[in-house]
């Protein structure tokens, strides 16, 4: 019996549980396809008989034995990716090309590890009610992007959406922590974001200014209660978010509904693709249209618009709201708005690296289309007298697409989620193609993929330092990929190898539900600190000397430092009803070095980082001891690292 020698693998494994996981795979791979066919009913465009079926084995997918860019132990990856949490409401971190997961940043949700939700600071950035507790405790996130500076990433921050509450969050990239949510105000079913890459009005600002906001769902614009049956008065709005404050700056009335944002390089425009034109409050009626559209979104008139008082506000609101329906925005020459028609209920709209294009994918419609920006600049400047002549091409790619990346050759990369494959297609052979050219091969190649692919990006794609080496694509569905752990399936992250004219898939990797949206960029353009900075916490207890507990009333502070093995206060005493705020501060100054806070029976645990000061408020509502004990291993004695709390009687 053969040992594996790699000391990457559990030396446990040989041959005969290596022959279950086969039989295993072979036995589920036949039923595979069961979902993508269910999934297929009642969806426009008809299956090609040749295709493999959506689930069938991946005859097509080429692996490589070795693959290239394999990051061995010890060695570190090139690349970041910043990946949306779904559910879990977090941003996740992976190494690439490697895809393995270096960390989660809590934004939404509560996360014991680090104490999120938990200590004050971050209870202070994620909201709380009147009573202290936190205002909301679930999270969706769906869309991550970075800022840009001069068309690339510029590692100052990263946002991320909430759906469920219409939160967007800020990470700070310097620390990989979230340091401010705002709740957008007026809208549900928050979807899309995504940063401008310059600003529109001044030109000698060459940096994200704002992130612009789409959201999906039509709600009365005050809902108070009073106009739920009148479908008229249900609106959805696109909103802009300031960068640096994180104020909403500005609303946009529209007609129909925003999902994915996509903003060009020069500044100018956002848009976001409406599979919701028909205004439809019910299943059937969002798909009652044949087509739909895509809302661009002129910027710097907008901001003229605001800053003339051409706006109104809802209720006692003071956002300003500016009017872009399709009945005030008729005329180009002062219009705020342009809808492109688009296929019936697209999804996903992407900016092409080289600047020109945007490309809405047909969800429903087999095909992508693609908007020339400067034709829709034109439009707005009176040259071009039909919008819809901004569309140079529209052309079929499979069933089901859904987002697209870019490689920095002028290749596109679409997901197909009804036919789990992702095509490779050539953008200027496409515009070739459509204005009657039938000689133009657009499609360059296709790849299996397993399964029913959602997001895709590939490494630095909506950059302009696009460099098409590495591509990730994020299959909703992972089926007979790993071991099987119950009705739950993680999902499946597939890393394809983009820099030849094939695509090569070269590893898979299961995540946890559910991630979607993801961007991956080269690792220099991020510096991050590896160590806090104790000037920038005001309540930082400085010296283990400054230790105590200080009381004024029921009202107690404690303040206690950290260093390995030891906190400052072997005990304290606190009196039952006391109410109070315990303030560490981790004085340990080296790298990794962090500790943990957990109170036994009081529902606390977090972590204070090197040089790093968190704090507590909690009631002493139960008498008795109860240990402090340091909950991150930091030492020989970790378990020795501890303090008493006696609450008396
Ligand atoms: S949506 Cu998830 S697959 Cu929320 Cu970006 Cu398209
Ligand atoms: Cu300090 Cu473990
Ligand atoms: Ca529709």
Sequence with gaps: MKKDQSPNHNLDTDAPQDAGRRKFLTQTTAVAGLAGA???LGLAGCKDESAPAAGAPAAKTETHAAPAGHIKPGELDTYYGLWSGGHTGDMRILGFPSGREIHRIPCFTPDPLVGWGITNESKAIMGTKPDGSLKYTVGDSHHTHASYKDGNYDGRYAWINDKINARIARIRLDTFTCDKITEIPHVQGFHGIFPDKRDAVDPAINYTTRVFCGSEFHIPLVNDGKNMGDDSQYRALFSCVDAETMDVRWQVLIDGNCDLVATSFDGKLAASNQYNTENGQRFENMMSAERDACIFFNIARIEQAVKDGKFTTIGDSKIPLVDGTREANKNPATALTAYVSVPKNPHGVNASPDGKYFICA???????????????LDWFDGKLPELDKSIVAEVELGLGPLHTAFDGRGNAYTTLFLDSQVVKWNVEAAIKFHSGDNTAKY?????????????????????????????????????????PVGPLHPENEQIVDISGDKMVLVADHPVRPEPHDFIIFKRDLVRTKQVYNMADFPNAVKNSSESGVFREGNKVTVKMTSQAPIFSLRDFNLKLGDEVTLILTNLDNIEDLTHGFAIEKYNINFIVNPQETASV?????????????????????????????????
């Design 38 to 40: 269910g999934l297929t």
């Design 362 to 376: 047909g969800k429903l419609s087999p095909t992508a289309t693609v908007i020339e920006l400067a034709k829709v």
């Design 443 to 483: 499609v360059v190649d296709r790849l299996d993929v397993q399964y029913q692919p959602g997001h895709i990006n590939a490494s630095q794609s909506e950059t302009m330092f696009a460099d098409g080496k590495w591509l990730a694509v994020g299959c909703k569905f992972s089926k007979d990929r790993y071991l």
């Design 617 to 649: 408020t909690f009631k002493a509502d139960k008498p008795g001891v109860f240990w402090c004990y340091c909950s991150h291993f930091c030492h020989a004695l970790h378990l020795e690292m501890r303090s008493r709390m006696m609450v008396e009687a």
